[in-house]
């Protein structure tokens, strides 16, 4: 399971993906709505996915939609165009909830934008009318177009894991952003953003998560405009601090808006790990740390202040950080977990109570 630690932007598409080739994934099931984007930036090819399962760059892969969630018929397919993703290799569960266009425009009346920071994709409406069992929801089951790709997912995964068949779960958004467990209430998403939440949204056990991989930035973001507290600076204070050449900027893939960025907060990261019990971290952005660090894919190559960061923040969860992304492309990324450098939990005391 690939899950976020904050408010999203976590590196979880680059992480997604790259388990589908290093770990040669049989089935990569995302969950969530178009709300949420992930980019893949694999061999030169950058795109930024809000249906197509990031595991797409590997041929052999499987993927589904799960049947919890929510599907735009128009930017499923023409994501799948771009990335070249035949029909024959994609299910989408018979019960996901369909995004139609108008529930966007609903949105954007409610205010939602202006309020706390919406997207505005038409996911929350969506999960409302769901809710609420209103008469115009649509599942995926009711749309003649997406007929050729119907399954029973939950079914799928089921049987694949009982053939020790390997799956990765893509888990959007971050815990921050969480329905349930946001701390900044009405600042949040549609839905619960945990481990527990993408498995039930799945249709998965608990007992069968192996891996639960938790994605963490160094430096955090929200979307643009009132979307909620964030200890805030600017891309040019990011800059400086990183001793990047050249201006920073992160945008949006489901609005184009520029991204907020802020300073690390520890104690919104133990929250998520004392709720989600991650196996792994996945830290994302050792080059805003420290611009020498872009490009690295070697640990003992990282300087001297982010192997510190590294350091505490293992010894703070209590778990190990198996990936430290260097950049935003695949390939910039140290996989530790099968290196002797990786951490073990009986280097320290510290524990996370519940």
């Keep these: 399971m690939v899950i976020g630690a904050q408010f999203g932007g976590e590196g979880k598409g680059k992480l997604v993906s790259h388990l589908s080739i290093v770990d040669d994934a049989d089935i990569v099931v995302r969950c969530g709505g178009p709300n949420s984007g992930h980019t893949v930036d694999y061999e030169g090819f950058r795109i930024g996915l809000r249906m197509v399962p990031a595991g797409f760059v590997n041929r052999r892969t499987k993927l589904m939609l799960a049947p919890g969630a929510l599907v735009d018929p128009k930017i499923l397919f023409a994501e799948m165009e771009k990335c070249n993703v035949d029909s024959s290799r994609l299910m989408i569960d018979r019960n996901a909830c369909v995004v139609k266009d108008e529930y966007a425009k609903l949105e954007l009346e ?6 706390v920071g919406s997207t505005a994709s038409g996911t929350g409406v969506g999960v409302a009318k769901r809710a609420l069992r209103d008469a115009d929801v649509q599942l995926a089951r009711n749309v003649d177009v997406l007929g050729p790709l119907l399954g029973d997912v939950s079914k799928e995964l089921n049987d694949a894991l009982d053939q020790d068949k390997k799956v990765v779960v893509e888990g959007t958004q971050g815990f921050g952003l969480s329905l349930y ?26 007992r069968l998560a192996t891996e639960i991989i938790m994605g963490v930035r160094t430096f955090p973001i929200r979307v643009e405009g009132n979307s909620g ?119 320290v005391q510290t524990t996370l109570k519940a």
């Design 110 to 115: 409610q205010g939602l934008r202006r309020r």
């Design 229 to 347: 507290p964030l200890d805030e600076i600017s891309w040019d204070q990011l800059q400086k601090m990183s001793g990047c050449p050249y201006p920073i900027f992160e945008y949006t893939t489901a609005t184009g808006r520029t991204r907020r960025i802020g300073l690390f907060d520890m104690e919104l990261v133990k929250r998520a790990a004392r709720a989600n019990r991650p196996t792994y971290l996945a830290l994302h952005g050792a080059d805003y740390l420290d611009y020498s660090n872009k490009g690295c894919t070697r640990y003992h190559g990282l300087s001297e202040a982010t192997t510190k960061f590294v350091e505490n923040l293992e010894e703070s969860l209590s778990t190990p950080v198996a990936f430290v992304g260097t950049g935003p492309k695949n390939e910039e990324i140290i996989d530790r977990r099968r290196s002797d450098l990786i951490w073990q939990p009986q280097q």
């Design 181 to 206: 467990h946001t701390a900044d209430y009405p600042y949040s998403t549609s839905r619960d953003t945990t481990a527990a939440g993408f498995l039930s949204e799945a249709g998965l056990s608990p």
